[in-house]
């Protein structure tokens, strides 16, 4: 077997494959002696057709079936000896030959990049250094009360932040339409559940109190049969109620699973939580600078191939995520580009710094993630032997686990500053609750 090897623009290669024709007569001679032992032939017992018989009948088709081997067959033989690696499916195309010239193609594929990983050593990080204090945690637990407001029914008029139960019927024209009529409906007053002018028209009502207020839909509204139109609406406001914080007692500390050691119990269960978020929130930090400075210092070219099969997975994935199934409804190609380079991109360096690293799956890390994974779901045990029996599944999470060995590896190798800072600066906690008080 021949192989030569022309080097096209970019990543693109193509082999020409020459495939002696003894080897190919060999391959198409064995296979009609094998169909020849239980081919039906008129005029002949089964298994009896002389050979010459049996090539007259069925040697195009057996031909063509002893190429389409050959040339796969040739094909990886031909990578290994001139130590190619495609990034794509190749672009076959035969050649005409005279019978005794044997087999000749050519065969065009992207490889994939050579990759010189820049020194670790010298990327610089930054990492957040903080802790939890009480502070911290007497700010979660407000956030906590918060979450379990208690409602307490008052016969004042409804202000933002009161909970309101409400029937109304709308009318475009006189007439009712679908959706513009509701009974008992329970809303907070200036949560956004509602059209603003909704909202507005119901401000100020007491328990008891009707309303009267017309409304005109938005011309971007989602019901497009109500989109731009006028409509008026009769509304009575059945319940009004102001909400309060719980006490800090058994009973709110039983609502987040602590039946035993009471508050200090319920402070050392959030502490631990928001250690645990902490760290991750460093991690996270830090894998992020990791991510910029790799892409910045190991500029690379991208296979066209997995650049195409990223993309078409984005938009698939989003068509899936929307509810929908018709492949004609894809997002345009354009909107994820960017995205997919990227990704392509990071997922090759990293690929590089695993091989050249000789970095393998942490078990203990696997465990701890899959752990993680299946905490989720009401039978962990279940859903983890589903997990562990999906090669696929399993096959992401060890990609999971190698991709943040390899940012360990990094972090280790670089120059890195830590940079104090606090628990709300680094997880941003308390920003909305901050913004709504500003507001």
């Known amino acids: 077997m021949m192989v030569s090897v022309e080097t096209l623009p970019g990543l693109e ?4 494959v020459s495939v002696p024709a003894t080897r190919v007569r060999q391959q198409v001679d064995a296979r009609l002696l094998k169909v020849s032992r239980t081919v039906r032939i008129k005029g002949f017992r089964p298994g009896k057709a002389p ?4 090539r007259k009948h069925y040697g195009p088709q057996v031909k063509d079936e002893v190429v389409s081997d050959l040339i796969r067959e040739t094909f990886a033989e031909a990578l290994r000896q001139e130590k190619l690696q495609p990034a794509g499916g190749p672009r076959i195309e035969p050649q005409k030959t005279a019978e005794t010239d044997g087999l000749r193609y050519t065969a065009t594929f992207e490889v994939y990049p050579q990759i010189e990983l820049s020194d670790p050593g010298k990327l610089k990080l930054t990492r957040p250094v903080a802790s939890v204090g009480e502070g911290d945690i007497d700010t979660m637990i407000e956030s906590l009360r918060r979450q379990r407001p208690v409602w307490t029914e008052v016969t004042r008029g409804c202000a933002d932040g009161d909970r ?3 029937d109304f019927e709308g009318r475009i024209d006189g007439v009712g339409f679908e959706g513009g009529k509701s009974e008992n409906l329970t809303i907070v007053l200036g949560a956004g559940r509602l059209l603003p002018d909704f909202e507005q028209g119901l401000r100020g009502a007491a328990a008891g109190e009707k309303r009267e207020f017309d409304l005109r839909f938005p011309d971007e509204y989602p019901a497009k049969h109500l ?3 006028q409509a008026r609406f009769q509304a009575i406001v059945r319940k009004v109620e102001e909400s309060s914080l719980p006490e800090i007692d058994a009973a709110f500390c039983e609502a987040f699973g602590v039946t035993e050691g009471g508050v200090e119990a319920l402070r050392a269960e959030v502490r631990d939580n928001m250690e645990r978020e902490l760290a991750q929130a460093v991690q996270a930090r830090l894998k992020a600078q990791v991510m910029e400075q790799l892409l910045a210092a190991n500029p690379i070219a991208l296979p066209k191939a997995l650049v195409d099969a990223e993309i078409r997975d984005m938009q698939v994935d ?8 018709d492949p004609r409804q894809l997002p345009p190609r354009e909107n994820f580009e960017p995205a997919a380079r990227r990704r392509v991109a990071l997922g090759l360096i990293l ?3 695993i091989r050249k690293a000789d970095i393998k799956p942490n078990a203990e890390q696997l465990q701890r993630r899959l752990d993680e994974l299946v905490s989720t779901y009401a039978d962990p045990d279940e859903a983890r032997r589903q997990y562990l029996q999906n090669e696929a599944a399993t096959r992401q999470l060890q990609m999971s686990v190698l991709e943040d060995q390899a940012v360990d590896w990094i972090v280790a190798a670089a120059k890195v500053t830590d940079q104090p800072g606090t628990f709300k600066d680094i997880m941003n906690f308390g920003a909305e609750s901050a913004s709504d008080e500003a507001g």
């Open 351 to 353: 690929n590089e710094v």
């Open 164 to 166: 309101i139960t409400i």
């Open 227 to 229: 989109a731009g139109k």
């Open 13 to 16: 290669r193509r082999i020409e």
């Open 51 to 54: 050979i010459h018989v049996v």
């Open 318 to 325: 989003l068509l899936r995520r929307s509810g929908q199934r």
